[in-house]
């Protein structure tokens, strides 16, 4: 199983975009999807998750801007990012918690994918 993630890119300051990240392989169950960010010389934070039921929560810092939703059908997070800022320039990254036969609940990560916001 594979976590890949894309989407990211320059945006000017209050503009949007919109993230991706998809689980490969078959006959797997995922439970939460997460969506964290790690910006230039400061510790990696959870931005977002979303139950498997499609409860989400939010950081203070993304509340009202970010939406995180999810398709079960295509094993996919996504995160609709708007009134981007500065600030929110870092490296995101999705992560999940995957049930694999044969090897119970295990913890995936997607590598990284760049935003940058411009002022």
């Known amino acids: 199983v594979q976590l890949q993630a894309f989407g990211g890119g320059l945006v000017q300051a209050g503009g949007s975009l919109r993230l991706s990240c998809a689980a490969s392989?078959?006959?797997?169950?995922?439970?939460?999807m997460r969506w964290y960010r790690q910006a230039p010389g400061k510790e990696r934070e959870l931005v977002a998750d979303?139950?498997?039921?499609?409860?989400?929560n939010y950081a203070d810092s993304v509340k009202g801007r970010f939406t995180i939703s999810r398709d079960n059908a295509k094993n996919s997070v996504y995160l609709q990012m708007n009134s981007l800022t500065p600030e929110d320039t870092a490296a995101y990254y999705c992560?999940?918690?995957?049930?694999?036969?044969?090897?119970?609940?295990?913890?995936?990560w997607g590598q990284g994918t760049l935003v940058t916001v411009s002022s």
């Open positions: 992560n999940a918690r995957i049930y694999l036969i044969g090897r119970g609940w295990t913890l995936f």
């Open positions: 979303i139950s498997s039921g499609g409860s989400p």
């Open positions: 392989g078959s006959s797997i169950s995922i439970d939460f």
